[in-house]
């Protein structure tokens, strides 16, 4: 990418992007790590929020979210 000039098309954008994510580029192909298990328990939280609109108390909104998403009571406390 240091080499590359300039050609006034779209690859211009993608290459300027690259280089100013190169290191966060670099480190997903690093490190086996990822957000993917938290972005899926967040997006089961947000689906059960979009169709609560019944529960009476917070506790009852919690303890929905334990049993939707497998956990037991004492890991979120």
Known sequence: MKGYHKLGNEMDQT?????????????SCRYPDSNGPLEGLNGKIKKIKRTSYGFRSWENFRLRVYLECGMQKTVLE
Do not use: F, P, S, Y
């Open 15 to 27: 290459i300027e992007t690259m280089k100013k994510h190169l290191r966060e580029v670099l480190n």
